[in-house]
Antibody, heavy 117, light 113 residues
């Protein structure tokens, strides 16, 4: 059974940093693209970043220069390093398995990041 | 970036009746070399993560009831629930994967009338 479990969310002050983790199981993690998608409270879905099997990545303009996606295939874990956080980054952050075509076929339950003073 | 626009923002349908959601992309998501539309639909119930329902515009994900169907090509797409059930109450999102960044529609809330 595919499982994705996000951790690392919480309350953080503007300008602060957080690192989210997503532990994957039930599939060949190293063979799959992985993405982060976020959802602000009461709002729609916003794709944040993708990391490919070779380690290359792509990141949305809204977080470029502040967020970094990475992966540790030895630990079957996906990460999102978030720096210089802003109030508008407040959201539930989901990790999702990203098929090679760009469809998100499995999602975690999400972790809430709240940026507030 | 490709902008995805859904209509309506919400709709209320009686149990057993048809629900239709539209999605329009700002540019084609039909890849000529594969003749496939890079368009997916997701269902999100309250307090839950999204769930993949349809991909390639019309292919149902495994385990999705056949009352869900997708259609359309190029820039105009439709998700149809042929006979609405209580468990179908959710927000539905379309998403293009023609290029990166992947972009979603704003969502359509489906309720019971």
């Amino acid at each position: 059974e595919v499982q994705l479990v996000e951790t690392g969310g919480g309350l953080i002050q503007p300008g602060g940093s957080l690192r989210l983790s997503c532990a994957a199981s039930g599939f060949s993690f190293s063979s799959n693209y992985m993405s982060w998608v976020r959802q602000a409270p009461g709002k729609g879905l916003e794709w944040v970043s993708v990391i490919y099997t070779g380690g290359d990545s792509y990141i949305a303009d809204s977080v470029r220069g502040r967020f970094t996606i990475s992966r540790d295939n030895s630990k079957n874990t996906l990460y999102l390093q978030m720096n210089s956080l802003r109030a508008e980054d407040t959201a539930v952050y989901y990790c999702a398995r990203d098929t090679r075509f760009g469809v998100f076929d499995y999602w975690g339950q999400g972790t809430l990041v709240t940026v507030s003073s | 970036d490709i902008v995805m626009t859904q209509s309506p923002d919400s709709l209320a349908v009686s149990l057993g009746e048809r629900a239709t959601i539209n999605c329009k992309s700002s540019q084609t998501v039909l890849y000529s070399s594969t003749n496939k539309n890079y368009l997916a639909w997701y269902q999100q119930k309250p307090g839950q993560p999204p769930k993949l329902v349809i991909y390639w515009a019309s292919t149902r994900e495994s385990g999705v009831p056949d009352r869900f169907s997708g259609s359309g090509s190029g820039t105009d797409f439709t998700l149809t629930i042929s006979s609405l059930q209580a468990e179908d109450v959710a927000v539905y999102y379309c998403q293009q994967y023609y290029n990166t960044p992947r972009t979603f529609g704003q969502g359509t809330k489906v309720e019971i009338k």
